[in-house]
């Protein structure tokens, strides 16, 4: 089991570039998240997926889409990305409604110039 | 909306205990969790509690939970080097909207 993977681990953009961040888990997981962490501030949601199908807004949204293309992945796409966006984006997943813990990818680190 | 906030510093001398603390504002939280997190490391599951216990031991580590205060402990006994990092409250509720909130993260810093 590879758990949930993050693609890519680092990455630079030049203002107004855009990319999407990859995320898969293998888990069998119905719920999905992606979280940006900076300095002082811990783990902020921007998406979720509770269920395949569904996306929703979390904490800090604007600037951010999202696609839960099935049950295994979930991307996130910066599509005119700015030096705010610069952060460390974790992805991570649970199945909901059993007694378990939520995984985490490994993180993907991002400067945006 | 929810919110979960933690104190963001605590220090430590080796061999002491820690308590870090965690508030949160859901009333309907299911499961509340703690995190570690190394220096350029991702996030690692310490333990989890689930709202209806009202305290976990596992080893060094003891969860309380009140969950009349919504308030979450977590204390390391006999703390050592090996334990600074920050570490993560979250919760997560009880609605089909399955957020996972996290803390702000408090920063253990164990000394000599």
């Known amino acids: 089991n590879a758990g949930v993977t993050q693609t890519p681990k680092f990455q630079v953009l030049k203002t107004g570039q855009s990319m999407t961040l990859q995320c898969a888990q293998d888990?069998?997981?119905?719920?999905m998240y992606w979280y940006r962490q900076d300095p002082g501030m811990g783990l902020r949601l921007i998406y979720y997926?509770?269920?395949?199908?569904?996306?929703d807004k979390g904490e800090v949204p604007n600037g951010y889409n999202v696609s839960r293309l099935n049950k295994r992945e979930f991307s996130l796409r910066l599509e005119s990305a700015a030096p705010s966006q610069t952060s460390v984006y974790f992805c991570?997943?649970?199945?909901?409604?059993?007694?378990?813990?939520?995984?985490f990818g490994q993180g993907t680190r991002l400067t945006v110039v | 909306g929810e919110d979960v906030e933690q104190s963001l510093f605590l220090s430590v001398r080796e061999g002491d205990s820690s308590v870090i603390n965690c508030t949160y504002t859901?009333?309907?939280?299911?499961?509340l969790y703690w995190y570690k997190q190394e220096p350029g490391a991702g996030l690692q599951l310490l333990t989890y509690i689930f709202s209806n216990m009202d305290m976990k031991q596992d080893q060094r580590l003891t969860v309380l939970l009140n969950k009349k205060d919504k308030h979450l402990s977590l204390r390391i006994a006999d703390t050592q080097t090996g334990d600074s990092a920050i570490y993560f409250c979250?919760?997560?509720?009880?609605?089909?909207?399955?957020?996972?909130?996290f803390g702000a993260g408090t920063r253990l810093a164990v000394h000599p």
């Open positions: 997926s509770a269920s395949e199908g569904t996306t």
């Open positions: 888990m069998n997981h119905n719920s």
């Open positions: 859901d009333s309907s939280s299911t499961y």
């Open positions: 979250a919760e997560i509720g009880a609605g089909g909207y399955n957020k996972l909130i």
């Open positions: 991570a997943s649970i199945y909901r409604d059993l007694n378990t813990e939520a995984f």
